[in-house]
């Protein structure tokens, strides 16, 4: 039997560019504030919001909400299962561009 | 915005933007500058302990009888009691004074660093020293003559570490490996392999040179602090020079 094809692979939670972003950004540190996700990744408040959301309905996220000083922020740690989630993301894209080379 | 999946992105560019977008964190989180010059400015500071007076020849007193605290200045030198205080404060503050470094960056940049592991092989790391020449000697001269027989290669090549007060040397070599694999640095893994290469080298040179007694300067002793220090105090200065603003 032939190899699935690595399109299988892809999670469409994951599959999309800057929430597989905010994945590679938070895979990195042990924690990434909000604001550095929206600076690197050129986001708006709102849409970087939705994104977190469904990351972290997937449990691929957890989102800690603080106060430094008086301005509240709120960290991003990726879950053992976010980091399993992109390894697997990353794997079938090298996968797909192997098969296309 | 586009709320789908990419399916037709091509996987070449999604994986080449990851790879830029990692890149860059990376280089934003990068903060090892600052541990480096710490230790290597607490070693330099190190440098009156390591200096021996004129007219001294020879190690005064027995080994292994001063205080156990001040074990990480070993036994050779003529200031070991004070450089073995010395190291224990500064050793166990270079980790806590780093550790704080990271935890004001990381709220600065927005990008917190795990150094759970850092603070952890720096305390156990300084135990060790203090420790370890303890359970040395008991195995050179406290067992059968077996058991003291088969391992006096390690323990007399490290209990010539630990007299020669280069311990911290090596406590902080491996903080500063762990922190090179937490900030996945290739620069910081290369200036701590070269740091290593020379508390090696050195402790190779006073063991292979079998001294007489009269033989050393009162100088000889700043080599086991010069070198290193200056290989930490550029490394930190260059990673200064070259690192990106927060």
Redesign the interface.
Known sequence: MSDPFPTNGLDDTVHQRHRLGILTIAAETETVEVSYLREALELTPGNLSRHLAVLEEADLIELERGYHGRRPKTWVRITAQGRHALEAELDALRELLRRRA | ?S?????D?A??E??A??AD??R???A??HAYWFPLILFGLLMAAALPFYLESAERVGMVGLPGDGPLLAALGGDFLEHSTGLGWYWLVALLAGFLISLGWYRWR??R???????RAYLRAGVIGTLAGVLLPVVLRFLLFNTDAGVSGATSGVTISLLGVANRGMFPHLVIAVGLLVLARLE?SRALLVVTLCFTAAVVAVNGWFHLSEFEPGDLSRWSFLLAAVPPAVILLVGGTAALLTRRPA
């Open positions: 915005m709320d789908k999946p990419h399916h992105a996987p070449g999604l994986l933007s990851m977008l990692r860059r964190t990376r934003a989180r990381g709220e940049t927005g990008l917190r660093t795990p150094t996945r």
